[in-house]
């Protein structure tokens, strides 16, 4: 059977799995900066927000990924592979164009932390992140269709939780029921009184789409973003 799902990393929807079926397209501003069609493939609102900023004309893919960890495989790894499977997987749609495939990952120590799903489950799942530091790691893809050649980083950003109470931990779920965010908690809400540090290179990473990197990343194909 198909599913469709979304899996979100704070809040934020990061790893979008549905078919590919459509294309839901979204114009942006001036196209003569773009020497080829600039896709991104992912449904999450917050990624489109978030390359919105950048000015460039852009339209909207929905890729079906297998998000299957492989064996043995490190989160940040598995981060990497499924970026570039994203946006390889909406490619035979746009011959021509640059695609841009992101996903993310909750880690530490190795562990890989979902969505709880139920109230037990996320209490458990804060209080085992109580007082540790979350790896919030994004792998970031830009795939050229024209030439087949595929550039990929790597972003982290580091969430530190503050030793919390259970009372506390139970207060915030009962006010704020994050049940359908890996970390159990949403930054962007009144998650952030769990938290008593964030540590990286680009603020847009923990939503899901590093902004810094992908200009990188852009330019290197020869986007004039300015």
Same mark, same amino acid.
């Given at each position: 059977?198909?599913?469709?799902?979304?899996?979100?990393?704070?809040?934020?929807?990061?790893?979008?799995?549905?078919?590919?079926?459509?294309?839901?397209?979204?114009?942006?501003?001036?196209?003569?900066?773009?020497?080829?069609?600039?896709?991104?493939?992912?449904?999450?609102?917050?990624?489109?927000?978030?390359?919105?900023?950048?000015?460039?004309?852009?339209?909207?893919?929905?890729?079906?990924?297998?998000?299957?960890?492989?064996? =043995?495989? /490190?989160?940040? $790894?598995?981060?990497?592979? %499924?970026?570039? +499977?994203?946006?390889?997987?909406?490619? &035979? @749609?746009? !011959?021509?164009?640059?695609?841009?495939?992101?996903?993310?990952?909750?880690?530490?120590?190795?562990?890989?932390?979902?969505?709880?799903?139920?109230?037990?489950?996320?209490?458990?799942?804060?209080?085992?992140?109580?007082?540790?530091?979350?790896?919030?790691?994004?792998?970031?893809?830009?795939?050229?269709?024209?030439?087949?050649?595929?550039?990929?980083?790597?972003?982290?950003?580091?969430?530190?939780?503050?030793?919390?109470?259970?009372?506390?931990?139970?207060?915030?779920?009962?006010?704020?029921?994050?049940? =359908?965010? /890996?970390?159990? $908690?949403?930054?962007?809400? %009144?998650?952030? +009184?769990?938290?008593?540090?964030?540590? &990286? @290179?680009? !603020?847009?990473?923990?939503?899901?789409?590093?902004?810094?990197?992908?200009?990188?990343?852009?330019?290197?194909?020869?986007?004039?973003?300015?």
């Amino acid at each position: 059977s198909t599913q469709t799902r979304d899996d979100i990393i704070f809040g934020f929807p990061s790893q979008n799995k549905v078919l590919l079926q459509e294309v839901d397209a979204t114009p942006c501003c001036n196209e003569t900066f773009m020497p080829q069609t600039l896709i991104l493939a992912s449904t999450s609102p917050y990624r489109r927000e978030l390359l919105s900023r950048l000015g460039l004309p852009f339209e909207v893919a929905n890729p079906y990924t297998d998000e299957t960890r492989l064996p =043995n495989e /490190a989160p940040e $790894a598995m981060a990497l592979r %499924l970026s570039e +499977a994203k946006a390889r997987a909406v490619s &035979g @749609d746009f !011959p021509d164009a640059l695609i841009i495939g992101s996903d993310q990952v909750a880690t530490v120590n190795g562990e890989i932390y979902g969505k709880p799903g139920n109230h037990e489950r996320a209490i458990s799942q804060l209080r085992a992140l109580s007082g540790k530091t979350v790896n919030f790691f994004t792998g970031l893809s830009l795939f050229n269709c024209r030439t087949g050649y595929a550039e990929t980083r790597g972003v982290a950003t580091l969430v530190t939780f503050r030793e919390l109470t259970d009372k506390e931990i139970e207060n915030y779920l009962q006010r704020e029921p994050a049940y =359908n965010c /890996a970390g159990s $908690a949403k930054s962007e809400g %009144l998650g952030i +009184a769990l938290l008593s540090r964030m540590q &990286g @290179d680009d !603020p847009n990473a923990l939503v899901g789409l590093p902004l810094i990197a992908l200009c990188d990343l852009l330019r290197n194909q020869g986007v004039e973003i300015l």
